[in-house]
């Protein structure tokens, strides 16, 4: 327990076990769910630019691989920890499930600030990192892609070293790679057209639907930016973004593309000047009066000290574990409704598989064709978890509970068949 309440591991194991009783599953479930299949830990020595060799922790948690090989992402933040990117781990089990894809669930980290190493510098560490691990990942072992502070040019560096490693290449070990490198255009704009799937689809259930409805968005990264840019087509307002600096807030809406240009130019939206526009914190920006509000930084900003502030009605969880249990509980019993991480950033990990499947085959759709893919996937995901929220009681239960269920009830059953209990 730390000082803003339950921490994400925390958070997370309380609503698997939730999940576990609300579907009835037996005990050994938990069990087996609450840790990790395998922990690999690797040091890479780094030459850095000023000729001293630097050494970095990495690693890599593969949670289970019941459904099948394990899949996530790869993290590159300087306070990173092993329990968090367990949590982050087993989330991915839960997601790939809940979006019926044959994945199990992995993360991978490294503690280091990518903004502060040279280009040469970070690709040494990619590539280091990709040769540690590359006796355990593979296209029918593990899949990794990009996450918090890693992008497509770090996926083209590691699928270069592993496809060295085995002497010929292999595009189906890391997904979101540069297009020219067996990626899809889609992937770079999936998480975020994802998020803003989930939104319309809960918005036609809440109001009728997203046409001039105000979002606040924290993060400008790459879900935070594509997020917005989807949610403002859909016909929503965006009034407020924020990256790590801080941000802008216009309550008649922002120009998107004119703030997107400042962050490039600048290195942050906070730069953006405009008439009508005033700066915001990133603690301000989750408690303005908005109709949606999508966290898509990083874990636990939305806890037991500031819950009881937030205006908006509905949360679109952008990113992993923005929301902690305590705050969960209080926002619920108030009405508002949390589309959990797990359903609403699954856009990445969809058409991460979808590029898979395209790299298995060295077969590949159109962008459009593509996307409908991505689309039919996530409204059926929806509409599951909308019904078993509404089968298990949507005042009793939170919509995250709901999606563990649905998420749980595919790993139990292939558990149960392949004889696992
Ligand atoms: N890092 C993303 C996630 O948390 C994407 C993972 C993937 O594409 O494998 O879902």
Known sequence: MSLRGTTFLESVLQTLKRAIELGGYPEEVYEILSRPQRIITVNIPVRMDNGKIQVFTGYRVQHNNALGPYKGGIRFHPE???????????????????NGLPYGGGKGAIA?????????????????????????????????????????????????????????????????????????PVREYSTGFGVAVWAREAAKKLWGGIEGKTVAIQGFGNVGYWGAYWLEK?????????????????????????????????GTVMNYDASGTRKITNDEVLELPVDILVPA?????????????????????????????????????????????LAANAGGVVMSYLEWVENLQWYFWDEEETRNRLERILLDTFNRVMNRWSKLGTSQVTIREAAYVEAVDRIYNAMKVRGWI
Do not use: C
């Open 80 to 98: 990173v920890t092993l329990e968090e990117d367990i949590a982050l781990a087993t989330v991915m089990t839960f997601k790939n499930s809940l």
């Open 112 to 184: 280091v600030d990518p903004k502060k190493l040279s280009k040469k510098e970070l690709e040494e560490l990619s590539r280091g990192y990709a040769r540690a691990l590359a006796p355990f990942i593979g296209p029918e072992v593990d899949i990794p892609a990009p996450d918090v502070g890693t992008d497509p040019q770090i996926m083209a560096w590691m699928v270069d070293e592993y496809s060295k490693i085995s002497g010929h290449n292999v595009p189906g070990v890391f997904t979101a790679k540069p297009v020219i490198l067996w990626g899809n």
């Open 234 to 266: 859909m016909g929503a307002k965006v009034v407020a973004v924020t990256d790590s600096k801080g941000g802008v807030y216009n309550p008649n809406g922002l120009k998107l593309a004119d703030v997107k240009a400042v962050k490039d130019k600048t």
């Open 297 to 341: 930084a990083l874990e636990n900003v939305i806890h037991r000290g500031n819950a009881n502030n937030i205006k908006a009605k509905l949360i679109v969880e952008g990113a992993n574990g923005p929301t902690t249990a305590d705050a969960e509980k209080t926002l619920h019993s108030k009405g508002v409704w949390i589309l959990p991480d």
